[in-house]
């Protein structure tokens, strides 16, 4: 039906759904440092407001070549200023299945160390949260109280808030 740069809509049937052009997929990262959730808040330009988010980024949106690991070495300390030992692949997931046919790898880093500030590059304006696991869902609630969108994907932090 369209395409531009990055996504396309796309007609099956009666069915309409968006879908990233080139196959790219997206890599989410958990990331903990020193007992801290690493979280990220950013303008969302779709929904019209800032978004509390895990870090993240597309594979494949500025090198063919790149791989969901090395994306996720690269966005994290992009966004968030860690950088990690290694990266454990937690697995592939779909937010939105009914409306968007991209998925995202899910994955946990490990072993972080402190590499600079993060912020994003020049086409992001990023704050970095360092979350308590435990204050999580009260840090959760201040945002949306503060109006902050909350991307479905801290659903996922769930599975990692189970006591160390």
């Known amino acids: 039906m369209w395409q531009g740069q990055y996504i396309r809509a796309m007609r099956q049937g009666r069915w309409e759904y968006a879908s990233r052009c080139k196959a790219m997929t997206a890599v989410?990262?958990?990331a903990e440092a020193e007992g801290k959730v690493l979280l990220i808040e950013q303008e969302r330009v779709p929904i019209?407001?800032?978004?509390i988010e895990l870090p993240a980024g597309l594979v494949g949106d500025e090198d063919e070549q790149a791989t969901v690991l090395g994306t996720a070495a690269k966005e994290l300390e992009e966004e968030t200023g860690y950088r990690a030992d290694r990266f454990e692949i937690v697995g592939e997931f779909y937010s939105s299945p009914g409306m968007i046919a991209?998925?995202?790898?899910?994955?946990?880093?490990?072993?972080?160390?402190?590499?600079?500030?993060?912020?994003?590059?020049?086409?992001?304006?990023i704050i970095v949260?360092?979350?308590p696991r435990t204050e999580i869902p009260r840090f959760i609630a201040s945002m949306r109280e503060a109006g902050r969108a909350i991307d479905v994907r801290i659903l996922a932090l769930s599975d990692f808030l189970a006591p160390a």
């Open 28 to 30: 989410v990262i958990y």
């Open 48 to 51: 019209g407001r800032r978004c």
């Open 102 to 125: 991209e998925s995202f790898t899910l994955v946990r880093a490990l072993g972080l160390t402190r590499a600079g500030e993060g912020a994003g590059n020049e086409h992001e304006s």
């Open 129 to 131: 949260h360092r979350v």
